[in-house]
């Protein structure tokens, strides 16, 4: 990375901050939704992939937050009673964790994202039949015109999505 200024929802290693990022959310949600769907890089992926696995675990039974999300190289996603309460990072795996995320996503990364591993994670720990993936050949970046196959490639994969949703 270079010297350059990098603005944050949360800082990972501070607890505090992570639930009072997650705690806006919500607020934010309840106050402005309800969402037809969810677009977020990054960190901001990230934070949108936890909530909608705190709402599945704290709501069960509850309509879901948003009808479908599209996650750009999203980092790993914690396990936030591990996190939160006990400060212990601990991913979440989707063979000891499952598919908590049962909502129409779709994962774009770069094959040269230094992130690309987490991002795949990521996108298991969603229903399989509901996720769609796309793999572009850029880094850790939102596909722009610049790179035409990059930016059609992910159009295609958030109409799929979308459709998924029926929105």
């Given at each position: 990375?270079?010297?350059?200024?990098?603005?944050?929802?949360?800082?990972?290693?501070?607890?505090?901050?992570?639930?009072?990022?997650?705690?806006?959310?919500?607020?934010?949600?309840?106050?402005?939704?309800?969402?037809?769907?969810?677009?977020?890089?990054?960190?901001?992926?990230?934070?949108?992939?936890?909530?909608?696995?705190?709402?599945?675990?704290?709501?069960?039974?509850?309509?879901?937050?948003?009808?479908?999300?599209?996650?750009?190289?999203?980092?790993?996603?914690?396990?936030?009673?591990?996190?939160?309460?006990?400060?212990?990072?601990?991913?979440?795996n989707p063979k000891t964790d499952g598919h908590p995320i049962k909502i129409p996503t779709v994962h774009i990364w770069g094959e040269r994202d230094w992130l690309n591993?987490?991002?795949?994670?990521?996108?298991?720990?969603?229903?399989?039949?509901?996720?769609?993936?796309?793999v572009h050949d850029g880094s850790h970046e939102v596909p722009k015109s610049s790179g035409k196959s990059r930016l059609a490639g992910s159009v295609k994969a958030m109409?799929?999505?979308?459709?998924?949703?029926?929105?």
């Amino acid at each position: 990375m270079d010297n350059a200024t990098y603005y944050a929802y949360y800082v990972p290693e501070i607890r505090v901050t992570v639930r009072e990022a997650l705690d806006d959310l919500d607020a934010y949600i309840a106050e402005e939704g309800p969402f037809d769907g969810v677009l977020a890089f990054s960190q901001g992926a990230c934070l949108a992939a936890m909530h909608l696995v705190r709402h599945s675990v704290e709501h069960p039974s509850a309509t879901p937050s948003f009808r479908c999300a599209i996650f750009i190289a999203c980092p790993n996603v914690y396990d936030l009673s591990a996190f939160v309460e006990r400060g212990e990072f601990r991913c979440l795996n989707p063979k000891t964790d499952g598919h908590p995320i049962k909502i129409p996503t779709v994962h774009i990364w770069g094959e040269r994202d230094w992130l690309n591993e987490q991002s795949q994670g990521v996108s298991e720990l969603c229903e399989p039949s509901m996720a769609t993936v796309f793999v572009h050949d850029g880094s850790h970046e939102v596909p722009k015109s610049s790179g035409k196959s990059r930016l059609a490639g992910s159009v295609k994969a958030m109409r799929k999505g979308i459709t998924l949703a029926a929105l």
